[in-house]
């Protein structure tokens, strides 16, 4: 099979905002081309490829580094059903974080918590005293499974959604209760006090919703925000939780509930509009939240511009949404800027097979894989307000030719020939650049948004990030590419990869040139 050679650089800072890329008077600046500058695997995994870097980053779902480049977190998932049955070993208990210092990528430290004490916070504020006043094990014996991390920067706390609480809302979402299976458990949002890179500890927990991933701090008041892309079973299905973790707040948990089907997956903060957005699951909106009072500010219908999207397309390229199928979102960024929002849309598809309750039938046939990023000016101040724009990553390969990211690998092109299946995403506006990480096309693609609004958007650069580990044959080539972070000051990239079906876990670090 064939991949991308990768292009490497020195293990130096190759950037700085000096050298940042910024549209002025009018003249709008491409996004900058960018290079690996290294990529990081687990232990257990390398192999002594010269081009690799052994560190613990154990299938990582993400990273979030700091708003200065001193430092970076990975947040690992990797957990005890890793590796074969009966057969765990060290590197199988591994979900938690790791500090790495920023440039050398040096440790500075580790932090498993899947045996690890979480105290919980009850809706009154105090410590639970329950369960040995720690979150009792997942439910039915999952691991903790960590998804989602966002650092506040000024209070020195990483937040992080771990999957398998072992708890759950009561159907009032007034009481905190015991999980016995995973179609009604909880998420947990983990607070770290990070104060000390070489030492990390865990503060608290505070519950969320049910199938929560993605973490949002307002740096504004530092509330943290989380939604439940799947409905918990709750007297509200769909609802954002917001954290408020001051000290003189008595009641830390407030929900922003959501009508209908509207849960939010991606979520991201505004402060300069003291704003929070949030793309829905299958809900086919975007909504933006008022972070002085926790409300609704208002929403934006996405499905009428992607339609026009389609029949603006030229004959060969057009197709037709199935009665019953939907836009399947998932990850949002915010260009804290412009005052702009993008989602990915992942999926098209219907809801059942997004939410995976079909029959056994169902496959991946079922739906267009999602190669497009959904913008939206949430500047209220602009001429655009609202305005909708789809951006195309379909790298040559249109949905009537290539349906779905099966069809896309069968072609036996190496991933950066592939179109980008939408899945994590980040804004650079200084460098005018949005990276979107392709989950099952095991790539990444490098996006040109100009601060005109007016200006058209590109996709400038694909490249290769999953990578097979030697010696190893796959049941199927479908790679795992998740999280994308961007560290504003250098531009910096950290793209996350989950590996399995013989794929490394991996972090690529990418530079800006």
Request: proline share 7%.
């Given at each position: 099979m064939k991949h991308q050679a990768y292009v490497r650089i020195p293990k130096v800072l190759l950037s700085t905002m000096a050298a940042a890329l910024i549209s002025f008077a009018g003249v709008t600046s491409a996004a900058p081309t960018y290079t690996i500058s290294d990529v990081l695997v687990p232990p257990d995994q390398y192999s002594g490829e010269p081009d690799l870097t052994p560190a613990p980053v154990w299938k990582p779902h993400e990273t979030d580094a700091a708003?200065?480049?001193?430092?970076?977190?990975?947040?690992?998932?990797?957990?005890?059903?890793?590796?074969?049955?009966?057969?765990?070993?060290?590197?199988?208990?591994?979900?938690?974080?790791?500090?790495?210092?920023?440039?050398?990528?040096?440790?500075?430290?580790?932090?498993?918590?899947?045996?690890?004490?979480?105290?919980?916070?009850?809706p009154d504020g105090t410590l639970m005293k329950r369960f040995g006043g720690c979150a009792p094990p997942g439910a039915e014996g999952h691991p903790r499974h960590p998804h989602g991390l966002d650092i506040d920067d000024a209070n020195k706390i990483a937040w992080q959604v771990i999957e398998h609480s072992g708890l759950k809302w009561n159907r009032t979402r007034t009481a905190i209760q015991r999980a016995n299976n995973t179609d009604e458990e909880s998420g947990l949002l983990v607070a770290y006090d990070i104060s000390d890179l070489t030492n990390p500890k865990i503060l608290r927990g505070y519950l969320t919703g049910h199938a929560a991933e993605e973490p949002a701090v307002q740096p504004a008041n530092h509330k943290v925000y989380v939604g439940n892309h799947e409905p918990s079973p709750t007297n509200v299905p769909c609802f954002v939780s917001v954290i408020d973790p001051g000290p003189s707040v008595a009641r830390p948990y407030k929900f922003i509930d959501l009508p209908g089907n509207q849960c939010v997956q991606g979520v991201w903060a505004d402060p300069g509009l003291n704003t929070v957005n949030g793309t829905t699951h299958v809900g086919e909106r975007m909504y933006t939240?008022?972070?002085?009072?926790?409300?609704?500010?208002?929403?934006?219908?996405?499905?009428?511009?992607?339609?026009?999207?389609?029949?603006?397309?030229?004959?060969?390229?057009?197709?037709?949404?199935?009665?019953?199928?939907?836009?399947?979102?998932?990850?949002?960024?915010?260009?804290?800027?412009?005052?702009?929002?993008?989602?990915?849309?992942?999926?098209?598809?219907?809801?059942?097979?997004?939410?995976?309750?079909?029959?056994?039938?169902?496959?991946?046939?079922?739906?267009?894989?999602?190669?497009?990023?959904?913008?939206?000016?949430?500047?209220?101040?602009?001429?655009?307000?609202?305005?909708?724009?789809?951006?195309?990553?379909?790298?040559?390969?249109?949905?009537?030719?290539?349906?779905?990211?099966?069809?896309?690998?069968?072609?036996?092109?190496?991933?950066?020939?592939?179109?980008?299946?939408?899945?994590?995403?980040?804004?650079?506006?200084?460098?005018?650049?949005?990276?979107?990480?392709?989950?099952?096309?095991?790539?990444?693609?490098?996006?040109?948004?100009?601060?005109?609004?007016?200006?058209?958007?590109?996709?400038?650069?694909?490249?290769?990030?999953?990578?097979?580990?030697?010696?190893?044959?796959?049941?199927?080539?479908?790679?795992?590419?998740?999280?994308?972070?961007?560290?504003?000051?250098?531009?910096?990239?950290?793209?996350?990869?989950?590996?399995?079906?013989?794929?490394?876990?991996?972090?690529?670090?990418?530079?800006?040139?």
């Open positions: 708003a200065a480049p001193t430092y970076w977190i990975s947040s690992n998932e990797r957990g005890a059903e890793e590796g074969p049955p009966g057969q765990q070993t060290q590197f199988s208990n591994k979900a938690g974080i790791t500090i790495f210092q920023y440039g050398t990528n040096a440790v500075l430290s580790t932090l498993d918590i899947e045996d690890a004490c979480i105290p919980v916070v009850e939240f008022n972070s002085a009072n926790d409300t609704v500010a208002y929403f934006v219908n996405l499905r009428p511009a992607f339609e026009a999207y389609i029949a603006g397309l030229p004959p060969s390229q057009r197709f037709t949404i199935p009665a019953g199928w939907v836009l399947h979102m998932h990850d949002l960024t915010t260009d804290r800027v412009n005052h702009r929002a993008y989602q990915t849309l992942h999926t098209i598809a219907s809801a059942e097979h997004v939410a995976g309750e079909e029959d056994a039938e169902s496959t991946s046939e079922d739906e267009f894989t999602g190669r497009w990023v959904m913008e939206v000016d949430t500047n209220p101040a602009s001429p655009t307000f609202k305005a909708v724009r789809v951006i195309d990553l379909s790298n040559g390969q249109s949905v009537p030719a290539v349906p779905t990211h099966g069809d896309a690998i069968e072609t036996g092109l190496p991933f950066n020939q592939l179109f980008v299946h939408a899945h994590f995403l980040h804004v650079d506006p200084a460098r005018n650049a949005l990276l979107v990480s392709g989950e099952h096309t095991g790539n990444l693609g490098v996006v040109n948004v100009p601060t005109n609004w007016n200006a058209p958007r590109t996709l400038q650069q694909v490249l290769s990030i999953s990578r097979l580990i030697p010696n190893c044959t796959p049941e199927e080539r479908e790679p795992h590419v998740h999280g994308v972070n961007i560290q504003g000051t250098s531009g910096t990239a950290y793209v996350s990869d989950e590996g399995e079906n013989c794929f490394y876990e991996s972090v690529t670090i990418l530079q800006p040139n």
